[in-house]
């Protein structure tokens, strides 16, 4: 982990953190610095649409929802080389009581 320097995100303060592992891309993460909450995660994803040529792909969070009381995404906005990529707004989250028996079985 190391400190970088963080980015406005939706007009917000951000502090940031570079995630380095060997064999993995590296991500940065930035997290509000009034709420500490992750607002934005950015890596380098190879793009089907584009002929898997590598682009930069930002998400940010721009809305969390309790769920029993735990903060969970709601409303996200995905960028690809600073383009619009997706943007989703999640409605009706429920954890889940119990999974089925094979929910985690090998295929």
Do not use: C, M, N, W
């Not at 809305?63 to 080389?81: F, H, I, M, N, T």
């Not at 094979?102 to 295929?107: C, G, H, K, Y």
């Amino acid at each position: 982990l190391t400190s970088i320097k963080g980015d406005e995100v939706e007009e917000r303060p951000t502090v940031g953190v570079q995630v380095q592992s060997e064999g993995h891309r590296d991500v940065k993460l930035f997290f509000d610095k009034e709420t500490h909450q992750l607002v934005k995660a950015q890596h380098i994803v190879k793009s089907a649409e584009q002929g898997f040529q590598e682009v930069e792909q930002a998400l940010i969070i721009r809305a969390y929802q309790d769920v029993d009381g735990a903060k969970l995404p709601s409303e996200v906005l995905v960028l690809r080389d600073g383009e619009k990529y997706v943007e989703a707004k999640l409605t009706d989250i429920k954890p889940v009581e119990e999974f089925p028996e094979d929910a985690f079985a090998e295929p």
